[in-house]
């Protein structure tokens, strides 16, 4: 069974920097693109960026120029490091896959438990 598990998250001062990852289990025959979405207190969850199966990466505008993601093809990893964080980036970071399993043709997308981020100002 496929499964995303993140790590990284946790509680950083304003202007500091955390590195999230994510990591796909399980029996996978592909992985196209993989990314990470934030819910912050009382909001939707977003898309923060992007990255696909020949690295071509997209930023929402809220974090182009702080955040980087990138990705470990080997490894079916994602990372996303953040940098001159802020309070308003505060919330629950999801990463997500679109992966095709041992069990379909077609690919799905597949979600992280989710990993909290806190900064404090």
């Known amino acids: 069974q496929v499964q995303l598990v993140e790590s990284g998250g946790g509680l950083v001062q304003a202007g500091g920097s955390l590195r999230l990852s994510c990591e796909v289990s399980?029996?996978?025959?592909?992985?196209?693109?993989m990314g990470w979405y934030r819910q912050a207190p009382g909001k939707q969850r977003e898309l923060v960026a992007t990255?696909?199966?020949?690295?071509?990466?997209n930023y929402a505008d809220f974090v182009r120029g702080r955040f980087t993601i990138s990705r470990d093809y080997a490894k079916n990893t994602v990372y996303l490091q953040m940098s001159s964080l802020q309070p308003v980036d505060t919330g629950v970071f999801y990463c997500f896959a679109q992966i095709q399993d041992g069990r379909r043709r077609t690919h799905q997308q597949f979600w992280g438990q989710g990993t909290q981020v806190t900064v404090s100002s």
């Open positions: 990255i696909d199966r020949v690295g071509g990466r």
């Open positions: 399980g029996s996978v025959i592909d992985v196209a693109t």
